[in-house]
């Protein structure tokens, strides 16, 4: 029994850590910036000056809009010589994605059911 109860609990953290990692994830994309960088590194890696360059801020700021997107583990960065490169990282994006269909499978089901009530109400009628 006390295994079945630290299993339970152990199962109880991943969720609560898959939940603020999802929540991390949708704070960061929130920002039309930081999902316009996703949408330009889905074309391939970049240096923060290119990444940069169609928004009109400055580069300090700009350099935090790049941090909570590495802090969330959407993008990963490394450093050539002088210069900062982003990525892509899909996996995070992954788990938003699949915690959205969960999401719509949900809402499906219950529109589908309010749907099969108002039917029968409408049926019931006299």
Known sequence: MGTEVGARATAGRGMAARSHQISRIFQALADPTRRAVVE?????PASTTELARPFSMALPSFAQHLQMLEQCGVVRSRKEGRVRRFHLVPKPLATAEDWMVAQR????QRLDQLQDYMEGMKTSKP
């Open 105 to 108: 499978a949900v809402w499906n």
């Open 40 to 44: 330009r590194l889905a074309l391939g």
